[in-house]
């Protein structure tokens, strides 16, 4: 047997090696990065070819074959594999689930590789001179030719007046012009723009900026511009956004620019638009992407740009499977494309801000708005003296009412959904717990249940006590569905609309709502994370938090981080326009006024806040200043979970250079009727992390109980469970 004899094939299972196969009966050539079907176990799979797999000498085992191979040409060109077993190295997750989550679902599932041509349907000379004696019954065809005639393409032929017309000889299908579209142009730049886009324009080839602009200072604008330069050297472009809520905006203001070269790329599209525009970026007809997290998966054949706007925001990073960060890959990419990248927010993350302070990455800043007006300083409602009703202090509704009367719009920002977050009992203070998880279920009043946000069990209120059949059951606390309906009751009359993912659910709905907002047919948005970031809303002058507390108090070292942005982003919604009728405001309800954190926050801005929070984060070993993984482990009890912590400690590679913290029980210890338990790795050497991961999770993998738990490794995670 000579090496040729196999190839090596990643799979799409659990499992962290590659599987071999002989090449097919039928002689098709087979490379790497192309698609096969193969025989595993007793089925078939779609796996990728990865290399001719090494002889080995002595190897008897018998190997199957390949069923059939799927494409003609790798699927992708080679730096993109290249990129994959990279990051399957670095998040030490199998290649062949990795190669699954950066394969749009199309192709995953086995469709075909070649982008479609776009045929249109052309009227022939025979059709022209059969024109004036078409059989009277032809009616359809006879339609469907005259608007051809008239030049009109985008007439709707059905699919039987087409056979007929083809058939004839009559119509002819031909490769479709390219739509013709109004291309805008870009404003002027403001002087702060023109010098920030050389700033940002200093070196060639790979090389990273923060682009550290306040909101509505004109990121966006810098983006087009640096995506014209890309797209006139001939390269393409790749531009991520966090939220598929934001992406539709984002990508329209490049449609609008560029025109048809640029595709979108998010979960709100179809399965095959995506394959279209995955496939279209590889054959490099799409110039330019616009996508969320998954969109650094895709075949460019020359990427010359990647931006990252929003960089610090936390759903760039994959929580579940392949737990990979977009903004860390996006970096690798680039690098390797030797292109150019934008890190762009108006409050970056603690890690960028390290990278750009040890001089890794250019610091740029753009600190005034284009409209000329600054984000409004946040002024503190102490709700110890000003009480809540229904979430809304009397100050915060005063406030509200003045904006209204003045033409100006309100937003109120709570981080809850549902009606609120506790039925507590009047008489014995019995509080409905999730029976599956160590939390409380949720009041939906709108939709009569009770409902868990962690494992999804639902179930309808009790009209009594459970526990000692009391008949006043209270909500107590507030979610957004409860805020709205005390603002409901306080302005009859105005338009209020709340806005989380429980009453929008499909992309759409939300566009059509963010228009009316737009076109100021909305009073008052309340809502959660989905309002905070990125929109931009001219009529906005009063921005209200409704509560900001429990970050305060919150284990996770990242929650003052997080606080920060959050609050630093949603008081930018505000006053966005030079027009506004009324002086912007933003109110912060909180029952803390004097924390330092939230203090400092309000005096000095958020770049001080991260300043002392990078501080207080080197002195506690934690990122950035230390590099962290996390072993996960879910069991059936407390005590297998700890047995399988512990096993696992006896195989951990005698090392000073990476800590290994526990076992000890997950922040919320039980969920969804399992119990969670962790190690936590740190060290401050990467390299050194990378080694003893490597060393060490084959040898878990190996424990008598790996197989029978749930356990995962998370490499930098962003939230510690
Ligand atoms: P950011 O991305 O920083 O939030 P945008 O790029 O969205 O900011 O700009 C905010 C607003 O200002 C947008 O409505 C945009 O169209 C407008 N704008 C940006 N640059 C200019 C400019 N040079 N002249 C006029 N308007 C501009
Ligand atoms: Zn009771
Ligand atoms: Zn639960």
Not at 110 to 131: F, H, I, Q, V
Not at 169 to 195: F, K, N, R
Not at 486 to 511: S, V, Y
Not at 606 to 613: H, I, N, P
Request: aromatic content about 6%; charged content about 20%.
């Amino acid at each position: 047997m000579n090496r040729a004899d196999r190839v090596a094939v990643a799979l799409p299972v659990p499992l962290p090696q590659l599987f071999d196969y002989h090449p097919p009966e039928d002689g098709s050539p087979v490379q790497p990065g192309m698609r096969v079907a193969v025989p595993f176990g007793n089925r078939s799979l779609i796996g990728l070819v990865v290399a001719a797999a090494p002889h080995i000498a002595g190897d008897e085992r018998q190997y199957k074959r390949i069923q059939r191979v799927l494409d003609a040409h790798p699927v992708a060109p080679a730096d993109w594999l290249e990129a994959l077993q990279w990051a399957a190295g670095y998040y030490q997750h199998p290649l062949g689930e990795v190669v699954a989550a950066a394969l749009p679902a199309g192709l995953r599932e086995g469709r075909s590789a070649e982008l479609p041509r776009k045929t249109a349907l052309g009227l022939t000379d025979l059709g022209r001179s059969a024109m004036p004696n078409l059989p009277a019954r032809s009616q359809r065809l006879r339609a469907a030719m005259q608007a051809l005639a008239a030049g009109d393409t985008t007439a709707k032929i059905d699919a039987a007046t087409r056979r007929r017309g083809l058939q004839a000889g009559w119509l002819a299908e031909i490769i479709a012009p390219p739509p013709q579209m109004q291309l805008a142009q870009g404003p002027a730049l403001t002087p702060a723009q023109a010098q920030t886009l050389t700033a940002l324009q200093t070196g060639s080839g790979f090389a990273v900026s923060l682009l550290e602009g306040v909101t509505g200072s004109g990121k966006t604008e810098l983006y087009l511009r640096l995506a014209e330069q890309a797209l006139a050297a001939g390269r393409q472009a790749l531009i991520l956004c966090p939220e598929i809520g934001l992406t539709p905006q984002l990508t329209q203001r490049f449609v609008a620019r560029f025109g048809p070269v640029v595709a979108g790329f998010h979960s709100g599209m179809g399965d095959a638009a995506r394959n279209h525009a995955w496939l279209a970026i590889r054959e490099g007809h799409a110039r330019i992407l616009v996508g969320t997290r998954s969109a650094v998966f895709a075949p460019f054949c020359d990427l010359g740009l990647v931006i990252v706007d929003e960089e610090h925001d936390a759903s760039y990073k994959q929580q579940e499977g392949f737990r990979y960060h977009a903004r860390d890959l996006a970096l690798v990419r680039a690098k390797a494309a030797d292109a150019r990248v934008v890190l762009g927010s108006a409050t970056p993350a603690l890690e960028t801000l390290a990278n750009a302070k040890a001089g890794r990455y250019h610091h740029v800043r753009l600190s005034e708005r284009i409209a000329g007006t600054s984000p409004p300083v946040p002024q503190l409602i102490d709700v110890n003296v000003h009480p809540v009703q229904h979430g809304l202090s009397e100050p915060l509704a005063a406030a509200i009412d003045r904006h209204l009367t003045a033409g100006g719009q309100a937003l109120l920002f709570i981080n809850r959904r549902g009606y609120a977050p506790t039925l507590l009992c009047d008489t014995c203070h019995w509080i409905a717990p999730c029976p599956h998880c160590d939390a409380r279920l949720n009041l939906h009043r709108g939709e009569g249940a009770l409902r868990c946000h962690h494992c999804g069990y639902a179930s309808r209120p009790p009209r009594e006590c459970p526990s000692c059949g009391g008949k006043k059951l209270i909500p107590v606390g507030e979610g957004a569905e409860r805020v709205e309906e005390a603002l409901k009751n306080r302005f009859p009359g105005k338009r209020i609309e709340r806005f989380d993912t429980d009453r929008l659910r499909a992309a759409g709905q939300l566009e059509a709502l963010l228009d009316d907002v737009r076109e100021r047919r909305v009073d008052v948005l309340v809502g959660t994370q989905m309002l905070a970031k990125g929109h931009d809303f001219p009529a906005l002058s009063l921005v209200g938090v409704v509560n900001a507390d429990q970050a305060l108090f919150s284990s996770d070292f990242r929650a003052l981080e997080r606080l920060g942005q959050l609050l630093t982003q949603v008081a930018g919604r505000a006053g966005r326009s030079a027009t506004a009728p009324i002086a912007p405001e933003v109110l912060i309800q909180t029952r803390e006024p004097k924390h330092p954190s939230l203090t400092a926050l309000l005096r000095d801005g958020y770049a001080a806040l991260a300043e002392t929070l990078l501080r207080e984060r080197a002195d506690a070993g934690l990122p950035p200043s230390a590099h962290l993984a996390l072993l996960r482990v879910e069991a059936p009890s407390r005590a297998k979970a700890d047995a399988f912590l512990l096993d696992a400690k006896a195989v951990f590679p005698n090392t000073h250079r990476v800590q290994l913290l526990g076992p000890a029980p997950a922040p919320m210890e039980r969920r969804d009727g399992r119990a969670r338990a962790q190690f936590l790795l740190s060290s401050t050497a990467r390299p050194a992390m990378q080694r003893v991961l490597a060393a060490w999770l084959p040898a878990v993998a190996a424990l008598p109980g790996a197989k029978a738990l749930r356990w995962s490794i998370d490499v930098d995670p962003v939230d510690l469970f």
